[in-house]
């Protein structure tokens, strides 16, 4: 059944799950590849840069839902632009709040989150529609499949690249980092490879559903 | 297409509404990063003079204090500690006898600018320490200038000597290729890194080039030690 995309979503465990698995943001729709490549090269840069997006996702989510019915449909792009650009400012001087070190490594790509297609992506095509509990719980879920993404290449790219993970030494000096994987090439090897293996993981896990509901009918 | 329809497209909202609706979103927006700044601001501030400080007893291995002070073509002056337009900063040792003075350079790297911070000491008219303050060079390799420590064993005593006027440095400083230095005034590169050495060393030069003359004339109003 083709659902009138036009109603509210029943919230539902779904409504969070959909990010992390069915529609993750890197992995199924490929949305924002800018900062999954740029600020992958260790982990705690991954972290950090998913957390952020994160809470703009939420926070934006939250904001677009509750003004939902006071925005009028032609200046709504404008106003999201607004609300994610205030939540990502807010995210900007919290980064520098928190540690100097990680606003330096993460550079630019803090500002950019604005440019970020998943966060006007949901605002547009979820919480716009949706009650806020709604889009609270399918921003926490897409934020969450962002991070875990961004975690997947940071976590190889620095234990590749530089023999250690958040920080701590892996293999001892005698380890010769391959350094490839730190650079620029190296994001777009581990892309391939984990969006390789999502590839393969969703084509057997959808070769496996019509059996299991064969076998459920026949009982 | 338009002559075709029957049916006028429904008048939207006035101009009003809009104006009114985005101003109102544009309001929300205006207070929560006024509220973010004024949360973020003492902490932010905080970090950076932490990081500066840390940054100076890094170059300026016997400093305990930190006096700030401005030097340019009018004079040496000593500024109040909250001041944020140093660029010179004298460190002094547990007695209170001056230890040194760290002073910043940049130039540009592979990236973006490189910028650096060096100690400096009078006494051997040499180069003590130097750290990374800000550059964005590709991890693993232009950014071991930060932690390489063969690289950093370039700055522990680096020839910045004047000349017997004082009017210039003797021998500007220069990055020669990994394993060419010669001269006491020579960083020896890091191989895999060209481009961020030699930042570095052109950073130290010409911040070496301009400041220390002035420091040469205007030395008389440092203050040797803070507690005579």
Same mark, same amino acid.
């Given at each position: 059944m083709?659902?009138?995309?036009?109603?509210?979503?029943?919230?539902?465990?779904q409504?969070?799950t959909?990010?992390?698995?069915?529609e993750?943001?890197?992995?199924?729709?490929?949305l924002?590849?800018?900062?999954?490549?740029?600020?992958?090269?260790?982990a705690i840069?991954?972290?950090s840069?998913?957390?952020?997006?994160?809470?703009?996702?939420v926070?934006s989510g939250?904001?677009v839902?509750?003004l939902r019915?006071?925005?009028?449909?032609?200046?709504r792009?404008?106003?999201?632009?607004?609300?994610?650009?205030?939540f990502?400012?807010?995210?900007?001087?919290?980064?520098?709040?928190?540690?100097?070190?990680?606003?330096?490594?993460?550079g630019?790509f803090?500002?950019l989150?604005?440019?970020?297609?998943?966060?006007l992506?949901?605002?547009?095509?979820?919480?716009?529609?949706?009650?806020?509990?709604?889009?609270?719980i399918?921003?926490?879920g897409?934020?969450?499949?962002f991070?875990?993404?961004?975690?997947?290449?940071?976590?190889v790219?620095?234990?590749l690249?530089?023999?250690s993970l958040?920080g701590?030494?892996l293999?001892?000096?005698?380890?010769?980092p391959w350094?490839?994987?730190?650079?620029p090439?190296?994001?777009f090897f581990?892309?391939?490879f984990?969006?390789?293996?999502?590839?393969?993981?969703?084509?057997r896990t959808?070769?496996?559903?019509?059996?299991t509901?064969?076998?459920?009918?026949?009982a | 297409m338009?002559?075709?329809?029957?049916?006028?497209?429904?008048?939207?909202p006035?101009?009003?509404?809009?104006?009114?609706?985005?101003?109102?979103i544009?309001?929300?927006?205006?207070?929560f990063?006024?509220?973010s700044v004024?949360?973020?601001r +003492? %902490?932010? *501030?905080?970090?950076?003079q932490?990081?500066l &400080?840390?940054?100076?007893f890094?170059?300026l291995p =016997?400093?305990t204090?930190?006096?700030?002070?401005?030097?340019?073509?009018?004079?040496?002056?000593?500024?109040?500690?909250?001041a944020?337009d140093?660029?010179?900063?004298?460190?002094?040792?547990?007695?209170?006898?001056?230890?040194?003075?760290?002073m910043?350079?940049?130039a540009?790297g592979?990236?973006?600018v490189?910028k650096v911070?060096?100690?400096?000491?009078l +006494? %051997?008219? *040499?180069?003590?320490g130097?750290?990374?303050? &800000?550059?964005t060079?590709?991890?693993?390799?232009? =950014?071991?200038?930060?932690?390489?420590?063969?690289?950093?064993?370039?700055?522990?005593?680096l020839?910045?000597?004047?000349t017997?006027?004082?009017s210039?440095v003797?021998n500007?400083?220069?990055t020669?290729?990994?394993?060419?230095?010669?001269?006491p005034w020579q960083?020896?590169?890091?191989?895999g890194?060209?481009v961020t050495?030699?930042?570095?060393?052109?950073?130290?030069?010409e911040?070496?080039?301009?400041l220390?003359?002035?420091?040469?004339q205007y030395?008389g109003?440092?203050v040797?030690?803070?507690?005579?």
């Amino acid at each position: 059944m083709v659902k009138d995309p036009r109603l509210p979503d029943p919230l539902s465990w779904q409504t969070f799950t959909t990010g992390l698995w069915k529609e993750n943001p890197v992995f199924v729709m490929l949305l924002g590849l800018c900062p999954t490549l740029a600020v992958t090269n260790s982990a705690i840069n991954a972290l950090s840069m998913g957390l952020a997006t994160t809470f703009v996702l939420v926070c934006s989510g939250v904001l677009v839902s509750l003004l939902r019915k006071v925005i009028p449909k032609q200046v709504r792009i404008a106003s999201y632009i607004i609300i994610i650009a205030t939540f990502v400012t807010m995210a900007d001087y919290a980064i520098q709040a928190i540690s100097l070190d990680i606003y330096k490594a993460l550079g630019a790509f803090i500002q950019l989150i604005v440019v970020n297609c998943i966060i006007l992506g949901r605002a547009e095509a979820y919480a716009s529609k949706n009650p806020v509990s709604n889009a609270f719980i399918n921003a926490l879920g897409m934020g969450v499949g962002f991070t875990f993404a961004l975690l997947c290449l940071g976590m190889v790219r620095e234990v590749l690249g530089m023999g250690s993970l958040f920080g701590v030494h892996l293999f001892g000096p005698a380890f010769q980092p391959w350094a490839v994987f730190v650079l620029p090439p190296g994001g777009f090897f581990v892309l391939a490879f984990w969006l390789w293996l999502f590839a393969v993981a969703r084509k057997r896990t959808a070769r496996a559903q019509p059996a299991t509901k064969e076998v459920a009918d026949a009982a | 297409m338009s002559e075709q329809s029957p049916i006028a497209p429904p008048p939207g909202p006035g101009s009003l509404r809009l104006i009114v609706s985005l101003g109102l979103i544009a309001m929300i927006s205006g207070l929560f990063i006024v509220l973010s700044v004024q949360l973020t601001r +003492e %902490k932010i *501030a905080h970090n950076k003079q932490v990081a500066l &400080e840390k940054a100076i007893f890094a170059v300026l291995p =016997d400093a305990t204090q930190v006096v700030k002070y401005k030097l340019d073509e009018s004079g040496l002056v000593q500024l109040p500690n909250e001041a944020t337009d140093a660029n010179l900063y004298a460190g002094y040792n547990a007695a209170g006898h001056l230890a040194g003075l760290a002073m910043e350079g940049s130039a540009r790297g592979y990236q973006d600018v490189v910028k650096v911070l060096y100690g400096y000491s009078l +006494e %051997k008219e *040499a180069i003590i320490g130097m750290t990374v303050l &800000e550059s964005t060079e590709t991890p693993g390799l232009g =950014d071991r200038a930060n932690n390489d420590p063969e690289f950093h064993g370039n700055f522990k005593n680096l020839d910045a000597s004047l000349t017997g006027d004082g009017s210039a440095v003797a021998n500007p400083i220069v990055t020669v290729k990994n394993g060419k230095k010669e001269h006491p005034w020579q960083i020896d590169g890091i191989s895999g890194a060209t481009v961020t050495s030699t930042a570095v060393g052109n950073g130290i030069r010409e911040s070496t080039n301009r400041l220390l003359p002035l420091l040469h004339q205007y030395q008389g109003s440092l203050v040797e030690n803070l507690n005579p």
